[in-house]
């Protein structure tokens, strides 16, 4: 276990968002148990994703702050990795817990979730994501990462209220 815990270390303080989810541990005060818990991270991971968006005017600065402190945040990375939660991160996707996030379009059935057959469109490609996307993320006591995402307006989440979440 420790061989992936040193790979994870040195990943988590070589990205971006890594770096970005160590400050934001770090700026709250908490203890690495607690960043640990998937719920928890969830919330960690979108706010850190949110401080470090491309789309925001100090985008560039951000990024050069937070891999700046990666070197000096590896203690608290390994911290965090250490704890037995930490494994539910890279554990592999239960399908039996999956929540979808549906816009305004309808029900869906897992018959209707597919894998696209084409090409992506010019939208698409410029998107970064599939027209028509239904979105699933593993469930984490009362929420998930998208909904996290949502709540800290990472990415290119915009919900209709009320949200509307299928257990798949």
Same mark, same amino acid.
């Given at each position: 276990?420790?061989?992936?815990?040193?790979?994870?270390?040195?990943?988590?303080?070589? !990205?971006?968002?890594?770096?970005?989810? &160590?400050?934001? %541990?770090?700026?709250?005060? &908490?203890?690495?148990? %607690?960043?640990? @818990?998937?719920?928890?991270?969830?919330?960690?991971?979108?706010?850190?994703?949110? *401080?470090?968006?491309?789309?925001?005017?100090?985008?560039?600065?951000?990024?050069?702050?937070? #891999?700046?402190?990666?070197?000096?945040?590896?203690? #608290? @990375?390994?911290?965090?990795?250490?704890?037995?939660? !930490?494994?539910?991160?890279? +554990?592999?996707?239960?399908?039996? /817990?999956?929540?979808?996030?549906?816009?305004?379009?309808?029900?869906?059935?897992?018959?209707? #979730?597919?894998?696209?057959? *084409? $090409?992506?469109?010019?939208?698409? #490609? =410029? +998107?970064?994501? $599939?027209?028509?996307?239904?979105? *699933? /993320?593993?469930?984490?006591?009362?929420?998930?990462?998208?909904?996290? +995402?949502?709540?800290?307006?990472?990415?290119?989440? =915009?919900?209709? =209220?009320?949200?509307?979440? =299928?257990?798949?």
């Amino acid at each position: 276990m420790t061989a992936h815990v040193d790979e994870w270390v040195q990943q988590m303080c070589h !990205a971006p968002a890594g770096c970005a989810f &160590l400050l934001t %541990v770090e700026e709250n005060d &908490l203890a690495p148990a %607690v960043a640990a @818990a998937l719920p928890v991270a969830m919330h960690l991971s979108a706010v850190a994703i949110s *401080s470090i968006d491309m789309w925001t005017g100090d985008y560039s600065n951000q990024v050069v702050l937070a #891999l700046e402190n990666g070197p000096r945040l590896m203690p #608290l @990375a390994r911290e965090i990795m250490a704890q037995p939660a !930490a494994r539910t991160w890279f +554990a592999p996707v239960d399908r039996t /817990s999956q929540r979808v996030i549906l816009g305004e379009e309808g029900d869906v059935t897992p018959a209707e #979730l597919v894998t696209p057959t *084409s $090409p992506p469109t010019g939208w698409e #490609l =410029y +998107a970064q994501k $599939p027209e028509g996307v239904a979105y *699933s /993320s593993t469930a984490a006591g009362d929420t998930c990462a998208i909904l996290a +995402a949502m709540d800290h307006h990472a990415g290119d989440f =915009y919900p209709t =209220y009320p949200i509307r979440r =299928y257990h798949l």
